[in-house]
């Protein structure tokens, strides 16, 4: 297809991947809007644990973006010094579960040069003063200096500003939007009231629902998109800074002095209807604060001031899925976990790869089309490979 200097482009999702790109393309000059069903940050960007890290084994693909993910992130704070309010590198802190070890985890991280200190009991006091250290693994913890979080609804009110000053055009409560194929061509977005956006390309950025808007479209991708939720508590008494993922809770602290909480058992506990609204029990509401009070210092006494409950988005093999979408000129695709940390570098070069016509070939290794070979010789498309969902944040 035809590159143009200032193509027009609609971008459908008002999450930071929607946010990042409708950003970096108006930066480059091209004709955005962004429509987004409802408020910006309403959908998994605003429930969102947002640590922001490469920890654990990886592909060296994976590894290499989420790094120059958190670089870029670097560089945002340096050059938006108000940023510091939400956005952090006070490091983060893991241990095993009782019948584990993180020695292999600490070995790997070590092994491919990844910024990770192995600390004994008596360590962490000094490293995450926030943390109980009676709560932490008989073996010690690991501690990644290098990490942090962000608060994804305030780095989308940036860049939707950024967006807005060069240009972009904001849409929000449009509802349910769907991409506009003609011929095998995207040729722009049709509105809920049936309002009709033309543009010379469209980027699909609408979180866990990517599959079902690509398969509208006689596109699959293979889904381990789970229920999930987050617990944000009221303000707490307690300067906590590091990001903690324990074995039975993971914490992060916010801009206005709350926790927010969640934990594999707590998602796992929580209850889809056939309509697809989710009911978290209050066993697990409690049962989060009681793990969170458990390691942090002083167990404080932590109360809920709200859950925040929706799908999670993750593509089939754990790895994200991103840019031109195979056999639609014009479409391209986010879908992807981790999507807080990988927010600033996926719609940088989802952009670049739009204003330029040429394929980043960083991304190379997460196209959709890698899934083809699993889904060939299916008559209904669906994938068979043995794709396991990864437990990853
Ligand atoms: C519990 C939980 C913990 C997580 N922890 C981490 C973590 O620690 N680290 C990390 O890096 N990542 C983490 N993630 C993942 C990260 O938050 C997500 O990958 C990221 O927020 C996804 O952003 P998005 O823009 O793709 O989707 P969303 O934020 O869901 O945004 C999509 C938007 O599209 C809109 N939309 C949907 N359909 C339509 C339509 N038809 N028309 C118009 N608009 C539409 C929605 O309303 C929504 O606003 C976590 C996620 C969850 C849920």
Redesign the pocket.
Known sequence: MTTSPSPSVVV????????STAAHLSRSGAQVTL????A??????????????SSGARTPEYHYLRLIAMERYRTWRLRRPESASYLRFDGALKWAGPDESFRETFAFERSGGYDALWLSREDVARFAPDVDVDAVADEGAIYNPAEGWVN?PDLIAALIAEAESAGARVLTG?????VDVQDGVAMGVVLADGTRLAADRVVL?????VPA?LAALGVTVPDATPA???LFTDPVDLEVRTVLNTPRV?VRPTPDGRLVL?ADWA?KSVLVGDDGSITVPEESVQGLLDEASRVLAGNPTLTASRVGA????IPGDGEPVVGAVPGIDGLSV??????????LILGELVAEEIITGAPSPVLSAFRLDRFAAETEGRSDGVATGAWEPVAQ?
């Open positions: 459908i999702g008002g999450g930071i991947l929607g946010a429509v987004t069903a409802g910006l940050a309403d959908g998994a960007s605003g429930r969102s644990i947002a640590w922001l890290n994804l449009v509802g349910e939007a769907r950025a609408t979180g866990p629902a808007h999930a939720f987050v993971a969640d998602e929706g799908f999670k988005p986010l879908f992807t976990h981790s999507g807080a940390t990988l927010g944040q």
